[in-house]
């Protein structure tokens, strides 16, 4: 980090916990190919210490952006100036642009970035029965993104009732998806993505039966980490067709760079025929 100077600019990841986390190398990698004067940092802030990690951010002159990620992606929302159309409609915020005269604007750029990564896989939910796991920050933009996408029907599961059944009700007002709570019983969709945190840790339980699904499903399971997770394993054994969290990592990283100002390509993906926000 020897281009570090009194110039330059700085990016933040927020959130508790941040051990597998990959965007301060993916961040920092690009801006020494770009030879940009900046630096991506991690900032881990627990949950109940997010208003003295703004209140003191605030004071940074050169801070330009915050990527936001759990458990801080709906409660940012409190602590922005505006909201991008992205995080308005989902109702949580994955990334803050810091402006010149000091304002922030949040956006979210989970679901699309999903939805991104399944279209290079060849795994477009369009037309498909998708089984949602997680009714939190990503699976709300998730949940939005795939109806989006076309999708035929969504079941969005969370073991917060109210919850999903809150999200649903919102999918519904604002897409022609058909969208509704119901059980994590993966056996009769097409598509199952899991939008929740278990799978980060050695040990979790699946967050669906594996032995419920059909050989031919979709599963999407949005953890990263380097092995893959307990659902993948499984899925796979069964014959089904698997993404793990790298693509929607690096569709999210697509919108969100040019959100803030800089290009990215993944190696390997293609940009054409897919618009940007």
């Known amino acids: 980090m020897s281009h570090i100077s009194g110039t330059t600019r700085l990016y933040g990841l927020v959130g508790d916990p941040l051990k597998t986390a990959k965007s301060p190398q993916l961040w920092n990698r690009l801006f020494m190919e770009q030879g940009a004067d900046a630096a991506c940092v991690p900032f881990l802030v627990k949950d109940n210490d997010l208003s003295a990690f703004v209140a003191g951010a605030r004071a940074v ?20 100036d505006e909201l991008h159309p992205t995080a308005r409609d989902v109702g949580a915020i994955n990334v803050i642009r810091c402006t010149s ?3 922030w604007i ?26 949602l796991i997680g009714a939190g920050g990503a699976g ?33 007002v604002a897409t022609d998806c058909h969208a509704t709570f119901g059980a994590s019983d993966p056996h009769e969709f097409e598509v199952v993505i899991n939008a929740t945190s278990l799978g980060m840790k050695p040990g979790d339980l699946p ?25 993948c394993i499984a899925a796979s ?5 698997i993404q793990n969290g790298r693509p929607m990592h690096e569709g999210q990283a697509v919108h969100t760079m040019r959100f803030l100002g800089f290009d990215y390509v993944p190696e390997g993906r293609s940009m054409q025929g897919i618009g940007l926000q």
């Open 61 to 80: 002159g050169n801070l330009s952006g915050l990527l936001v990620t759990m458990p801080h992606k709906q409660r940012m929302l409190d602590y922005v």
């Open 101 to 103: 005269d000091g304002r």
């Open 106 to 131: 949040g956006a979210n750029f989970d679901g699309i970035g999903c939805v991104l990564g399944m279209e290079w896989e060849g795994l477009h939910p369009a037309k498909k029965s998708v089984l």
């Open 140 to 172: 709300r933009a998730i949940a939005f993104a795939v109806a989006s996408a076309g999708a035929r029907a969504l079941t969005i599961f969370d073991v917060d009732r109210g919850r999903a059944e809150d999200l649903a009700k919102s999918v519904n």
């Open 207 to 231: 967050p669906v039966d594996p032995g419920r699904l059909k050989p031919d499903t979709i599963v999407v399971d949005i953890v990263t980490r380097a092995e893959p997770t307990f659902l």
């Open 237 to 241: 054994e069964r014959g089904c067709r």
